[in-house]
DNA sequence: GAATTCCCAGATGTATACAGCCTAGCCCCA
DNA sequence: TGGGGCTAGGCTGTATACATCTGGGAATTC
């Protein structure tokens, strides 16, 4: 049964939305047998499958013990954005030179500026209650973003390893809660950094690119000291990691 | 047999030695049954291995398909090289803020950096004969300032991503033949980069880092062009990857 | 009462069996 | 002689069996 999408995958993807969304929460025990009972698969899938998500930092797993749901700690979430820091700031910049020589890049990302100037004028007019409501679009258009800038990096090694620290990431969000406040500011942060590639000004996008993951940090770690057992997840605040 | 030093990590690095050394040839057949026979194991860890390895750049694998070891491009060759100077530069910044502020990380690249003038100062009093015989000493220092840069980068997914990366610079290295000459600017290089760390100089340490890397990439490109059929190994000079 | 030791349920590592898919090579036909 | 279809072999994906090890709790001892 060698199908293209083959139950390896579909327990991937299962476990990682499992584990993003918070669904299974950080050091949760991922035993091969039960997790194989529940999805309807045999532990070889499901040995590859953890094995996958351990390389993405997902699962902390280590030979002979049993694997669990990676646990958060202020010091790892330090280092992911440190590090997401050195990938995207690099990444931007290659993109924004990439505008300069290739229209469909320069066409990509002047469609995402008015999109994001479209959405910025109306929410702005919202009040905080509408603005509250309408989190999923802002999501949507950041997420826009990070793909665009994975797209069209045409360093292959940048954008798989950008793309594999998302993950992590992206499991982080569903615990930080963004306000409507943040949400204007991060608009804000991210048309300048739009802007600065449609320029094709490189140094300008890197900068952007820092400040914007440097501001989502410090919103992130405020929000994880007020209320450090959001959602029934402990997040240590040790400096581990 | 759960033993800690399991078969699957010996098969890993078994096959990840063959490759690195070139003994498996770019676009060789994987095959697991094959291979397990060959080694003494069954289909399982192996296929484990491999899957490792494919992660690690070392194996080009598709679901469904035979695994082959990886090719080498020229393209590959670049976008590796422009990916290590994103990295290690930063590595090599932070190293250097590191030693301001932490005894043994300073001392342990002091004790490198008289190592490697001892080294430099005999190398150069040597004839070429005796040079080329010494590549074996040579590599042993700069594999050990790698080591001591990945050991002393406190971001542990930086340190991580330059450990990945390693496997497939320590192969193009059996491409290259690095000759006295380049030795010797390479030794200058390194010390170049270890000075800046042990002053603290994180943006000197970037550049130094940076530079090193281009020569470095220009030394094996030269190489690559020049004979790019060296020891049986074809090298795809188009710019894929 | 606390620490230590022993023990067993359950988990992992490995081997092997079985089912579908891909490829390569041969044969047949125009 | 060249091209297309077919068959056979081997390979991967998945399931399951077996040996060994982990680790958590109960019983025991100081």
Chains 1, 2 share one sequence.
Do not use: W
Not at 7 to 19: F, G, H, P, T
Not at 31 to 59: D, F, K, M, Y
Not at 168 to 177: E, I, K, P, T, Y
Not at 211 to 238: C, F, K, W
Request: net charge neutral.
């Amino acid at each position: 049964m060698a199908r293209a999408t083959g139950k390896s995958e579909a327990v991937y993807e299962r476990l990682k939305q499992d584990i993003e969304s918070l669904r299974l929460k950080p050091g949760a025990k991922l035993s091969e047998i039960q997790l194989g009972e529940e999805l309807g698969a045999s532990r070889t899938p499901v040995r590859e499958a953890i094995r996958r998500l351990s390389r993405e930092g997902l699962v902390d797993f280590a030979p002979g013990e049993l694997a669990r749901v990676a646990a958060i700690s202020l010091g790892g979430v330090r280092s992911l954005f440190e590090f997401r820091m050195t990938l995207e700031s690099e990444a931007a910049a290659q993109v924004a030179a990439q505008t300069q020589v290739q229209e469909r890049a320069l066409d990509a990302f002047q469609q995402l500026l008015s999109q994001l100037e479209m959405f910025e004028e109306s929410f702005r007019a919202m009040d905080a209650a509408q603005q509250a409501r309408s989190f999923q679009d802002f999501y949507t258009l950041t997420e826009s973003f990070d793909q665009h800038i994975i797209a069209f990096c045409r360093n292959p090694y940048l954008a798989r390893a950008i793309r594999e620290m998302r993950s992590q990431s992206l499991r982080l969000r569903h615990l930080s809660h963004t306000g409507p406040s943040r949400m204007l500011t991060s608009l804000d942060e991210h048309r300048v950094m739009i802007k600065a590639i449609v320029n094709g000004d490189s140094p300008a996008a890197a900068a952007a690119c820092r400040h914007h993951l440097t501001q989502t940090l410090q919103a992130l770690i405020d929000s994880l000291i007020g209320a450090p057992y959001e959602a029934g997840v402990e997040v240590r605040l040790d400096s581990a990691g």
